[in-house]
């Protein structure tokens, strides 16, 4: 069964603005993780936060963890036309299995 | 980074006939492959875990009998639909561990669509 509930389910933003997407998710997990995906494509992952690390950044993307609520958010900032796409977020926990959260997309117009 | 090769990217099958996709991790061994299924607009759906020389773990839900995983070797799953039916049309994906490292990230295929007719 599916882990993780994102927020929003879609979005739509003006180029250079910025895209906040939250997750949250049910049980204790080892990591974290967020993923894109283009229409009909396959999964590109884009940054993985572990339990005990609180704030991640990797170029525009900044990725933060709240594990007493059990929630994470992902910041876009300055999103580009080349940033549409459907975000995931993912959970690590027991077992190594991987459980995605229901998406969400977003759409910039350029 | 890793890479993760499914084929075929594309399949058209009848119904009632059995399709493989093949899961290649390409540069690197692992030892857990996943096997995921995901319907138009919808997130992707674990259907099983497969480990290397040992039996698939499938999800709650998921037949084992329909959805047959092998997992021959460090680089190598595959997943055969048997008897596929329409419902069964969605877009496939595995994800393969690297044995390497603190092993918490999965690398992705690029996804085989089938679509039974």
């Known amino acids: 069964s599916q882990q993780g509930e994102e927020d929003p389910q879609a979005l739509s933003i003006q180029e250079g603005e910025n895209a906040t997407m939250n997750c949250s998710y049910k049980?204790?997990?080892?990591?974290l993780q967020w993923y894109r995906q283009n229409s009909g494509r396959g999964l590109v992952h884009l940054i993985l936060i572990r339990s005990n690390e609180r704030e991640k950044h990797s170029g525009r993307l900044r990725v933060t963890l709240d594990t007493s609520k059990k929630s994470s958010s992902l910041l876009i900032t300055a999103s580009r036309a080349a940033d549409t796409a459907s975000y995931f977020c993912?959970?690590?926990?027991?077992?190594?299995?991987?459980?995605f959260g229901a998406g969400t997309r977003l759409f910039v117009k350029a | 980074g890793a890479v993760v090769s499914q084929h075929p990217s594309r399949v058209i099958c009848k119904s009632g006939t059995s399709v493989k996709i093949e899961c290649r991790s390409l540069d690197f061994q692992a030892t857990t492959m996943f096997w995921y299924r995901q319907f138009p607009k919808q997130s992707l759906m674990l259907m099983a875990t497969?480990?290397?020389?040992?039996?698939?773990?499938?999800e709650q839900g998921v037949e084992k009998d329909k959805f047959l995983i092998n997992h021959a070797s460090l680089t190598l799953s595959t997943l055969t639909v048997t008897s596929a039916h329409p419902e069964d049309s969605s877009f496939y994906i595995c994800s393969a561990r690297d044995r390497a490292g603190g092993g918490y990230e999965q690398y992705f295929g690029p996804g085989t669509r089938l679509t039974v007719t």
């Open positions: 049980t204790s997990i080892n990591n």
């Open positions: 993912a959970t690590g926990g027991g077992g190594f299995k991987t459980i």
């Open positions: 497969s480990n290397e020389g040992s039996k698939a773990t499938y």
